[in-house]
């Protein structure tokens, strides 16, 4: 059995759904905090399929929760930059207590396999682009350091109780049912006006961005071809684009042209990594190729979010 946590929200309904379709007994368990029930909807009645509403940092909970279970994606979490720097104790719970508490009950239930999903913000601010897996990790925000200590724990864990382990470190992924991201933040605000839109930072940030279907590729691969007892992957797409492109790409898909008013200042925001390309050459041997470009995703987003209004 699988134990998806953060199984309801973008990228962990997305995995859930796809493991169902797969025929494998999948167990969600997310505290629907920015997750949503209707993610799983085309699942909510299958025989393979367990939603439990618990929390990470209730540590009981997730223990007895985690009884047969197999495999571990372990994706809850509260994903925001913005909000680690404001809060950064309550990040601090959910991230590194909750990651902490995922291993534990894995450790407990005998779990074979722990998969994890960090972030490309784990290198910080660094001029080596395409950045490799082994740069060293030098995060500025609260949020980076608490991938990189899921990452130091599972490594950790790995190698004291064998439980295997795979990090996924993630660019910046967008599709449906994404409800957060600059993508969802600029179809929000041309939504309610067409005329201007406002791009926090001077829109040059520059990053890759990853359709969602070749980011579970990336996560499935990883998970069941990777050998070692730990190991950890770059996930992204091989070009950067900037926060303005990526306006002008959708402004393209919705056919309009608002005046761009940018809110000044190199970063969008506190901890805001403003370069940011992966090296995925480590992923690629393993055999994953990125299939759908930044146009045709962008294209495909916007239907989406058209037709969730
Ligand atoms: N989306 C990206 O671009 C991106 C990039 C890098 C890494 N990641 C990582 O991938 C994972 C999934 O991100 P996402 O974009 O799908 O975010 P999301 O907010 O859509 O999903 C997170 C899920 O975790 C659940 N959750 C939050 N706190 C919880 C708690 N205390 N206990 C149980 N469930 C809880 C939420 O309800 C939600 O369903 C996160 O770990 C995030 O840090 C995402």
């Known amino acids: 059995m699988i134990l998806i946590t953060g199984g309801s929200g973008f990228i962990g309904s997305n995995l859930a759904n796809y493991f169902i379709s797969k025929g494998y007994d999948v167990t969600v368990f997310d505290n629907l905090s920015s997750g949503k029930v209707e993610n799983l909807t085309s699942n909510l009645n299958k025989r393979n399929f367990n939603l439990i ?40 719970r959910i991230n590194v207590d909750g990651t902490f508490n995922v291993l534990e009950a894995a450790r407990k239930n005998d779990v074979k396999k722990i998969v994890f999903t960090s972030s490309s913000t784990v290198y910080g601010e660094t001029k080596v682009l395409p950045t490799p897996e082994e740069h060293p990790e030098i995060p500025i925000s609260n949020y980076a350091a608490s991938k990189v200590a899921g990452e130091v724990y599972i490594s950790s864990y790995a190698s004291t109780y064998g439980i295997k382990g795979v990090v996924l470190r993630l660019a910046n992924i967008f599709g449906p049912p994404s409800a957060h ?63 303005d492109e ?8 919705l056919g309009i042209k608002p005046k761009f008013e940018h809110t000044g200042g190199k970063r969008g925001w506190t901890g805001d990594v403003v370069k940011m390309l992966l090296s995925t050459e480590k992923i690629e041997k393993l055999g994953w190729k990125k299939k759908v470009s930044l146009k045709e995703g962008v294209k495909r987003y916007i239907e989406w979010l058209k037709t969730a209004e």
Not at 55 to 79: C, Q, T, W
Not at 246 to 253: G, I, Q, R, Y
């Open 181 to 243: 991201g600059v993508m969802y933040d600029f179809y929000k605000k041309l939504l309610a006006d067409p005329q201007k839109l406002e791009i926090l930072g001077d829109g040059k940030q520059s990053k890759s961005y990853l359709y969602i279907s070749d980011c579970i590729d990336a996560i499935v691969l990883a998970s069941s071809k990777q050998k070692k007892v730990y190991d950890y992957f770059n996930v992204g797409s091989a070009e950067m684009t900037t926060v």
């Open 246 to 253: 990526v306006a002008k790409s959708m402004c393209s898909v």
């Open 53 to 92: 509403r618990g929390d990470v940092r209730d540590k009981e909970f997730i223990n007895s929760s985690m009884k047969g279970v197999e495999e571990v994606y372990h994706l809850a979490a509260d994903p925001s930059v913005k909000d680690s720097a404001t809060n950064p104790e309550g990040s601090f």
